[in-house]
């Protein structure tokens, strides 16, 4: 197989997983993976392919966004190794902005939320209140 038709092929995975809604789970960027790696391309030429079509095309990456999750919590929680309710808004406002409004407010909340919990981040509640709890109530994680 050419590389032209290679390239055109791993192309067409892509524009056909982002096409409706310009966001590209983390299914579809591992079904996108396993079909550049079935056109014998190595994983890591086509995890860099993938991303630099999704910069070219200004499509959204979900796994690029929990990488930039990860790294705003880690660097709220760096003061006092605990992220407060004004912390988790903060991430969610950056992560809204760099979803260019491909995702819910609701649904970045809950993908904050899900990397909080996947990297063990403390909860820093307030005097009376559980922001935390509460949250998870209102988006139905509990």
Avoid at 28 to 56: D, P, W, Y
Wanted: glycine share 4%; charged share 35%; aromatic share 4%.
């Amino acid at each position: 197989m050419s590389l032209d038709l290679i390239r055109r092929r791993f192309l067409q995975e892509i524009k056909l997983r982002a096409y409706d809604d310009g966001y590209i789970t983390r299914e579809e960027e591992r079904e996108i993976l396993k079909a550049a790696v079935e056109l014998n391309v190595t994983l890591e030429s086509a995890r860099e392919a993938l991303r630099q079509v999704c910069r070219h095309q200004d499509y959204v990456l979900e796994s690029a966004l929990r990488e930039r999750i990860v790294e705003v919590l880690d660097q709220s929680a760096s003061d006092d190794g605990r992220i407060d309710e004004r912390e988790f808004h903060h991430a969610v406002e950056m992560i809204g902005e760099l979803s260019r409004g491909r995702l819910t407010p609701n649904a970045i909340k809950r993908m904050v939320l899900e990397e909080m919990e996947r990297d063990a981040a403390r909860v820093k509640t307030g005097l009376f209140t559980n922001w935390h709890t509460r949250l998870r109530k209102e988006l139905g994680l509990t």
